[in-house]
């Protein structure tokens, strides 16, 4: 079974569109992360929620939403796509928010603006 | 914030061949993580490895987090081994994110 899911893999889609990307773990854990890797392969945080509570949210666009409707699920709404939130975007969890416990990854979704 | 630098940026084998990858860090750390990268971009757990070594099968990892550094060994390396080798770490105080390398691009010529 996957630990971490992420759907959809794939989003191609139109500048100015609205999406989202779903995310669930199903290894009990209290923490979820949203991380973005861009063109360069360059991994960063975007956001991390600690039972449902956003805890980091490191100066992101408004346009971007996380949701978390429970602790096992963590989701990214992107509103007004630009051609620079082409991406992957990786989901993550790990055990508490403490920083000592590893931190585990979906397969990522890679987004496409047209 | 902290810094993560990792070294070589790119490297090339030949199948068989040994390799060392070098994770220098600018604080001490609670976290320490080693991932692959594999060319269809799944982030693969290598090792969660904060301080001491650890072996799975051909790959090992030590750190010594009194002098800030991580280094990766991958012995007779497989073509399966290439892709991007990423160092990740949570410092001991900041904020408690992963922060990354930029990678070292290991390709495994057949």
């Known amino acids: 079974d996957t630990a971490v899911s992420q759907t959809p893999k794939y989003l191609v889609t139109q500048m100015g569109n609205d999406k989202s990307i779903k995310c669930e773990q199903n290894?009990?854990?209290?923490?979820m992360y949203w991380y973005k890797q861009d063109s360069k392969k360059f991994l960063k945080i975007m956001f991390s929620?600690?039972?449902?509570?956003?805890?980091i949210n490191e100066t992101v666009p408004n346009r971007f939403s996380p949701k978390s409707p429970d602790k096992a699920h963590l989701n990214l709404h992107i509103n007004s796509l630009e051609l620079g939130d082409s991406a992957v975007y990786f989901c993550?969890?790990?055990?508490?928010?403490?920083?000592?416990?590893?931190?585990?990854f979906g397969d990522g979704t890679r987004l496409s603006i047209l | 914030g902290i810094q993560v630098e990792q070294s070589p940026p790119d490297l090339i084998l030949q199948e068989g061949a040994n390799s060392t990858l070098r994770c220098n860090f600018s604080?001490?750390?609670?976290?320490l993580q080693w991932f692959h990268q594999n060319p269809w971009g799944q982030l693969i757990n290598l090792f969660y490895?904060?301080?001491g070594t650890k072996q799975n099968g051909r790959l090992s990892a030590t750190t010594v987090a009194t002098e800030r550094y991580s280094l990766l060994y991958i012995s007779s390396s497989q073509t399966t081994d290439s892709g991007v080798y990423f160092c990740?770490?949570?410092?001991?105080?900041?904020?408690?994110?992963?922060?990354f390398g930029s990678g070292t691009q290991l390709t495994v010529l057949p």
């Open positions: 993550a969890s790990s055990q508490d928010n403490r920083g000592n416990q590893p931190q585990h």
């Open positions: 290894l009990g854990h209290d923490t």
């Open positions: 929620y600690n039972n449902k509570e956003l805890i």
């Open positions: 604080d001490s750390v609670n976290n």
């Open positions: 490895i904060p301080s």
């Open positions: 990740a770490i949570i410092s001991s105080g900041s904020a408690r994110q992963l922060t």
